[in-house]
C-alpha cells in the first residue's frame, strides 16, 4: 500500500473504485457499493497527480481507506473523503413531468436523428411522422429516453441554422410526449433548447456542456430540467478539435469537474446533472480506450454519467475496419462494458439488442446479490 508520506502535499488526489465482487454478503467493512446501485467493489485506485502528471497510483483496499485518511494533511484527507462518499452515494432520480426515472440500474436512451448527414443514419427519419414512430418504436423495446436531435455531430457536418434544427425537432417531440414518452433535446443551441422544452422534452443534451450558447446555462436553470455535460476541450471550436492529452482520464475528470461547478455557479442544480465523457469526440483510439477502462473514476464527480460509444469509429477500428452498419456487436460489448462500471445511462441506436443484453446483465447482477453459490 502507498505510503501517505511519500505523497506531496501539492498532489490532486483521485479515487477510482476497482476489484468489483459479486455480492456484499459476508464482506461488511470489506467493499462498498457504487453509486447506490446494483455494484460493489473491494478496493480503490488512489492516483496522486501533479502538474497534470502521475507521480503515484496504487491499489488500496476499501477497508484500508480511512487509515490512509487519517495520515493525510487535512485539504488531501477531506479531498478522499469527498471522493468516497460521492462514489458511494445513490444518484438522484431523472424526474420529468409524470415520468421518474431511476439510477440504480442501467437505463437506454435511444438516439433519434432529425438529420440528413448523421454518421449512422442520416436520412433515415425524414418526415414527422416516421421519425415519431422510430421513437415510438425505441420506448416499446425498453428506451427509457429519446434522444431527439436535429444537428449532426459527426466530423465535418455543417451548422444546421437554429431555425431549422427547430423546424426538424419540434414536430416529432411533440407527437412523442403527447405519449407520455421522456425525451431529451440534443443541442448546444439555446434556442433549440426552449422550443424543444416548451413541445415536451425534459432533458437538455448538449456535447458543447453548456459552453457553446451563452444563453444555454440561463435556459436550463430557468427551467430547472436535467442537464448532460458532454466533454469537449474547447466548444467554440466544435466537437472534433483535436488535441494533445498529458493523461487524458484526469484531464476530462478535471474539466467535466469545473463544468460542473461553471453550470452550478449559473443555477442549475448539481443534482439534475449528468456527465459524458465524450467518447469519439476529440479523441484518438488510444484516448477513447483509456477513456472506457478508466470510467469508473468519474462517479467520483458524484453525477450519473451517460456514455455514448455506439457504433463509434474506434468499433471500427478494432474489428477490421467495419462499416457503421456492421458494428452491432462492438456497440453491445460497450454498453455491457458501462454497465460494468456503473454507467447510469446507455445512448444506443440499437435499442432492443441493448435492452436485451442488459436484462440478461440485470439477472446476473440479482443472482450474484443473494449471495448464493450454486
Not at 425498453?142 to 426538424?168: C, F, K, M, N
Request: hydrophobic residues 50%; aromatic residues 4%; proline residues 6%.
Amino acid at each position: 500500500m502507498i505510503d501517505p508520506q511519500t505523497i506531496p502535499t501539492e498532489a490532486r488526489l483521485y479515487l477510482r473504485p476497482e476489484a468489483p465482487v459479486d455480492t456484499p454478503v459476508g464482506r461488511d467493512g470489506t467493499v462498498a457499493r457504487l453509486a447506490g446501485g446494483l455494484l460493489w467493489f473491494a478496493a480503490y485506485e488512489l492516483i496522486a497527480v501533479v502538474d497534470h502528471r502521475r507521480i503515484a497510483q496504487a491499489s488500496i483496499p476499501v477497508s484500508a481507506l480511512p487509515a490512509l485518511i487519517a495520515n493525510l494533511p487535512p485539504a488531501q484527507a477531506d479531498r478522499l473523503r469527498t471522493l468516497a462518499a460521492a462514489i458511494s452515494a445513490p444518484r438522484a432520480p431523472i424526474v420529468l413531468p409524470g415520468r421518474t426515472i431511476r439510477l440504480e440500474q442501467p437505463q437506454v436512451m435511444g438516439i433519434l436523428n432529425r438529420t440528413p448527414d448523421s454518421f449512422s443514419d442520416g436520412g433515415a427519419n425524414a418526415d414527422d411522422a416516421a421519425a415519431a414512430q422510430a421513437g415510438f418504436d425505441m420506448a416499446a423495446a425498453g428506451a427509457a429516453i429519446i434522444d431527439v436531435g436535429g444537428e449532426s455531430t459527426r466530423p465535418g457536418a455543417q451548422a444546421v441554422w437554429e431555425g431549422d434544427e427547430i423546424a426538424r425537432v419540434r414536430p416529432v417531440i411533440e407527437r412523442l410526449a403527447a405519449s407520455g414518452t421522456a425525451l431529451s433535446i440534443d443541442t448546444r443551441k439555446a434556442g433549440v433548447m426552449e422550443a424543444a422544452l416548451a413541445a415536451g422534452a425534459g432533458i437538455v443534451n448538449d456535447v458543447a456542456a453548456l459552453a457553446w450558447d451563452d444563453r444555454a446555462v440561463g435556459v436550463c436553470a430557468s427551467a430547472g430540467c436535467p442537464v448532460v455535460l458532454m466533454h469537449t476541450p474547447d466548444p467554440s471550436a466544435g466537437p472534433h478539435a483535436r488535441p494533445v492529452y498529458a493523461d487524458v482520464l484526469v484531464e476530462v475528470y478535471d474539466w467535466l469537474e469545473a463544468r460542473i461547478d461553471a453550470v452550478v455557479a449559473g443555477g442549475v442544480n448539481r443534482a439534475k446533472i449528468l456527465v459524458d465523457p465524450g467518447i469519439g469526440f476529440a479523441k484518438s483510439l488510444a484516448d477513447n480506450l483509456a477513456l472506457l477502462n478508466g470510467l469508473a473514476l468519474f462517479h467520483g464527480l458524484g453525477c450519473g454519467i451517460v456514455l455514448g460509444p455506439s457504433r463509434k469509429r474506434l468499433i471500427g477500428a478494432l474489428s477490421n475496419e467495419a462499416p457503421v452498419d456492421e458494428r452491432l456487436g462492438g456497440s453491445v460489448t460497450l454498453a455491457i462494458h458501462g454497465a460494468d462500471r456503473g454507467v447510469q445511462i446507455l445512448r444506443v441506436h440499437d435499442v432492443a439488442e441493448t435492452v436485451q443484453a442488459l436484462r440478461v446483465w440485470r439477472g446476473l447482477k440479482d443472482a450474484g446479490l443473494t449471495g448464493r453459490r450454486e
